[in-house]
């Protein structure tokens, strides 16, 4: 995890009211605490693996798969699309009811304003709107499913 990822982690725990967050990965350790009145003061902790650990690991080999000349094509292909990508952490739902209709659908032209789908956080629904028009070309997530910030979510052809 680099230093602009741990920057806006703490940006995006600042924005949603969220008093503290804890996160362990394989060779770091962050928590992140805020205060909840007014003014928010950001408490960022970093640990790092200890170095002979690292150092163990270091040693592993690693082996690669072969990369094939096809996984530069569909990078082209989507080149001319813009990306809708999810703004928060949750749960992603295409309806806004189960009995309801989709919000969107492949093909279906948008406007700007419009809303896409709902993502689920901490009990709340958030409607994510479109910041552009267009239509869309691909559904990228499943209903119903996790999503994590900066997930991309939908594929708009604006021409």
């Known amino acids: 995890m680099d230093l602009k990822e ?3 982690l703490i940006k ?6 969220v008093a503290e ?21 950001e408490t960022t ?12 690991q270091a040693v592993v080999p690693q082996v690669a798969a072969p990369v094939a000349p096809v996984a530069a094509a569909p990078v082209d292909e989507n080149a001319h699309y813009i990306t809708i ?35 689920e956080a901490m009990k709340l629904f958030n409607e994510i709107e479109s910041e552009i028009s267009g239509k869309i070309v691909k559904i990228l997530v499943d209903d119903m499913s996790p ?12 021409s």
């Open 85 to 119: 990508k999810s703004p928060i952490i949750g749960t992603f739902y295409r309806k806004p009811a189960p009995d309801k209709p989709m919000f969107v659908e492949v093909g279906k032209t948008i406007n700007q304003g419009d809303v896409l789908c709902v993502i």
């Open 45 to 56: 902790y970093v640990q790092q693996m200890p170095a002979q650990a690292a150092i163990q």
């Open 6 to 8: 741990i920057q806006n």
């Open 147 to 158: 999503v994590e910030f900066d997930q991309p979510l939908f594929l708009v052809d604006p």
């Open 21 to 41: 967050v804890k996160l362990e990965m394989d060779d770091v350790k962050i928590t992140i605490r805020t205060t909840l009145e007014g003014n928010t003061t």
């Open 12 to 17: 995006f725990v600042a924005n949603s009211g």
